[in-house]
């Protein structure tokens, strides 16, 4: 599958195409400077991962059981570092994992489908809603949640596509 079929399928399940979920990455000024630098996306992940650790609610079990294998910490951690090296700010997630992002083969071992894109993209906005910087910028959030909602059914697209040799664990992706 080429480049722009994963594009048009991530169209397909998320409603944002490619250049509106690429907005968040040129927004000047930054996003990066505009959330507060590193604290502000320190709180976002924070505000994220803590609503999914500790949402035990029988409904959301199945979620949770995606990231079974992290701590808490951990995750807060990798994502953080992310976001500040995507929206503008220093290398902090190379630093620890390399040159190379591969969003796609880093989610490749977790039963991620397109309800569980629904559910993280559901949960991600309201940590952004919680956030008292992104919640008074409109411009950030609007761009941020396109990138996200983008983002989440690029992964799931792009997963479907691995060859199974990539994927190390055989799981259901219904
Ligand atoms: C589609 C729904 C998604 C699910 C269910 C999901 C789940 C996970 C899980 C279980 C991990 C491992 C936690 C850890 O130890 O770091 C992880 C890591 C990560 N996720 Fe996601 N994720 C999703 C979407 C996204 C999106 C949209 C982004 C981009 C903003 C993202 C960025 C990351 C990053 C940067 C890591 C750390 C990877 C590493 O370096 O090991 N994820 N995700």
Do not use: C
């Amino acid at each position: 599958m080429s480049k722009q079929e994963l594009q048009k399928k991530a169209y397909d399940h998320s409603g944002v195409t490619y250049e509106q979920s690429q907005k968040a990455l040129n927004l000047q000024p930054s996003i990066y400077e505009r959330i507060g630098k590193e604290e502000g996306f320190r709180q976002l992940s924070t505000l994220f991962y803590n609503r999914i650790f500790t949402d035990k609610s029988p409904s959301s079990t199945w979620f949770l059981n995606i990231f079974s294998s992290s701590t808490r910490g951990e995750a807060i951690e990798n994502q953080y570092r992310f976001l500040v090296q995507t929206f503008g700010g220093p290398k902090l997630y190379q630093e620890i994992k390399g040159k190379y992002t591969r969003l796609v083969g880093r989610h490749a071992n977790y039963p991620i489908g397109n309800r569980a894109a629904i559910q993280w993209v559901e949960q991600m906005i309201k940590a952004m809603e919680d956030h008292e910087v992104i919640r008074e910028d409109e411009e950030m959030m609007q761009a941020l949640t396109d990138y996200f909602q983008y983002t989440a059914h690029y992964i799931v697209a792009g997963m479907e596509y691995m060859r199974p040799d990539q994927v190390r664990i055989l799981w259901n992706m219904s």
